[in-house]
């Protein structure tokens, strides 16, 4: 069972990187690669507590659907999703956000458990825990640069 975890440091306030991670919208755009879009749920804007949300995606070559639930959202501190449906055992991704001089310092903590038992652990250790890592690491930098160049405009009104 793999935790993945990551830090970013971002120039910019506290509250825009906050919401910034919860915003569908900044979430489809910088997940462009897979193709990922919201079909269900709350499908544009900032989701919330309780709040679901429908991916549709394309990984490995095979059309996807994965629904998380939001269940901790203190801004701008800590946001957590759920996953309630999807290819996954399952997975919590927390998102802790605290102040480090004037920048945003935001940790990711992906923890999850792949379906198939062996074969999930296997794949895991192969290739799955490093594409996964690769996927949050892209999304994290896509927040950073909106944050820092000011074009989170476009996704918090």
């Given at each position: 069972m793999p935790?993945?975890?990551l830090e970013t440091l971002i120039h910019a306030p506290i509250e825009v990187v906050f919401d910034l991670a919860r915003s569908i919208d900044l979430h489809a755009e910088s997940m462009g690669?897979?193709?990922?879009?919201?079909?269900?749920?709350?499908m544009t804007g900032l989701i919330n507590r309780g709040e679901?949300?429908?991916?549709?995606?394309?990984?490995?070559?095979?059309r996807q659907r994965l629904t998380s639930r939001?269940?901790?959202?203190?801004?701008p501190r800590h946001l957590q999703d759920?996953?309630?449906?999807?290819?996954f055992r399952r997975f919590t991704h927390?998102?802790?956000?605290?102040?480090?001089?004037?920048?945003?310092?935001m940790k990711d903590i992906f923890d999850y458990e792949s379906p198939l038992?062996?074969?999930?652990?296997?794949?895991?250790?192969?290739?799955?825990?490093?594409?996964?890592?690769?996927?949050?690491t892209d999304r994290n930098r896509v927040i950073k640069r909106t944050a820092e160049c000011g074009a989170w405009r476009k996704f918090i009104r």
């Open positions: 935790i993945i975890r690669r897979s193709r990922e879009r919201a079909v269900d749920g709350v679901t949300v429908t991916w549709e995606a394309v990984h490995f070559g095979v939001i269940t901790v959202c203190e801004r759920v996953m309630v449906e999807g290819a927390d998102h802790f956000l605290s102040l480090v001089g004037g920048d945003t310092l038992g062996l074969a999930g652990r296997i794949a895991d250790r192969l290739f799955l825990e490093r594409y996964m890592t690769r996927l949050l």
